[in-house]
Antibody, heavy 116, light 106 residues
Framework: EVKLLESGGGLVQPGGSMRLSCAAS????????MYWIRQPAGKAPEWLGF??????????EYNPSVKGRFTISRDNTQNMLYLQMNTLRAEDTATYYC???????WGQGVMVTVSS | EIVLTQSPTTTAASPGEKVTITCLAS?????MYWYQQKSGASPKLLIY???SLASGVPDRFSGSGSGTSYSLTINTMEAEDAATYYC?????????FGSGTKLEIK
């Protein structure tokens, strides 16, 4: 059974940093692109970026809205996906999801609140 | 950035009624994807590559369209279909979602 489980969310002050994790299981992790998406309360989802699979060299692409502040990485030995977020702003407040390539499986989401 | 405009924003349907949700793209896209999101849950993939049904999705759901105009149809509304629906394109970076259509049961 495919499972994706995010962790690491919470309250952070503006200008701070936070790293989210996504534990993947039930599939061959290295075969898949992995995505991060966020969704502010009551709004549409926003794609943040992805990291490619082994066949495509694990390279990354980002939404210009977060490029330079957010970094996606993966630990293929632990089947873990990460989102490093720096210089956080109030508008980064949202539920953050990881998703498998093709968006056929999503995690349950983790809440990030940026506030003083 | 390709902007996806969904209509209607909100709608309601009676059980058994046919429902159509439209997604208009600001530029031509090669395919459209549709998601269903119920309150407090993650989005669920319904339709991929414009018209292909995702695994486990009832066949009362269907998708169609091309270019800049796409639609999601629920052939016969059921109470469990009450949710918010989003379209999504990944023809160009950044991948974008529509603003959503809230579907309620009458």
């Amino acid at each position: 059974e495919v499972k994706l489980l995010e962790s690491g969310g919470g309250l952070v002050q503006p200008g701070g940093s936070m790293r989210l994790s996504c534990a993947a299981s039930g599939f061959t992790f290295t075969d898949f692109y992995m995505y991060w998406i966020r969704q502010p309360a009551g709004k549409a989802p926003e794609w943040l970026g992805f990291i490619r699979n082994k066949a495509n060299g694990y390279t990354t692409e980002y939404n210009p809205s977060v490029k330079g502040r957010f970094t996606i990485s993966r630990d293929n030995t632990q089947n873990m996906l990460y989102l490093q977020m720096n210089t956080l702003r109030a508008e980064d407040t949202a539920t953050y999801y990881c998703a498998r390539g093709y968006f056929d499986y999503w995690g349950q989401g983790v809440m990030v609140t940026v506030s003083s | 950035e390709i902007v996806l405009t969904q209509s209607p924003t909100t709608t309601a349907a009676s059980p058994g009624e046919k429902v159509t949700i439209t997604c208009l793209a600001s530029s031509s896209v090669s395919n459209m994807y549709w998601y269903q999101q119920k309150s407090g849950a993650s989005p669920k993939l319904l339709i991929y590559s414009t018209s292909s049904l995702a695994s486990g999705v009832p066949d009362r759901f269907s998708g169609s369209g091309s270019g800049t105009s796409y639609s999601l149809t629920i052939n016969t509304m059921e109470a469990e279909d009450a949710a918010t629906y989003y379209c999504q394109q990944w023809s160009s970076n950044p991948l974008t979602f529509g603003s959503g259509t809230k579907l309620e049961i009458k």
